[in-house]
């Protein structure tokens, strides 16, 4: 994917879906079985997952997150909406 190296349009709908795919990656959790305003805690997210989830964030997107953004932004959307305002600000 790599939108943000090319372009700072990615939207936050975009970013969501990138999460939820990771999300449902990592826990190997069907993503029909949650939505974006589903705690990422409630699918079992603990501090490795949210370490993997930070680099895998600052991978695909070129920004620096520190991993406590995923306790600062416990849901998906609220993720989301902080990583669009990283690749803004960038």
Do not use: N
């Not at 709908?13 to 190997?28: K, L």
């Amino acid at each position: 994917m790599r939108r943000a190296a090319m372009s700072k349009t990615v939207t936050t709908a975009e970013i969501e879906a990138w999460i939820v795919g990771r999300v449902s990656e990592y826990g190997e959790i069907d993503p029909a079985t949650f939505d974006a305003s589903t705690a990422l805690a409630d699918l079992g997210f603990d501090s490795v997952y949210a370490l993997t989830l930070c680099g895998d964030i600052e991978d695909e997107f070129e920004v620096e997150v520190e991993p406590s953004i995923v306790w600062d932004h416990p849901k998906i959307d609220q993720l989301a909406q902080a990583v669009h305002g990283l690749i803004a600000a960038g």
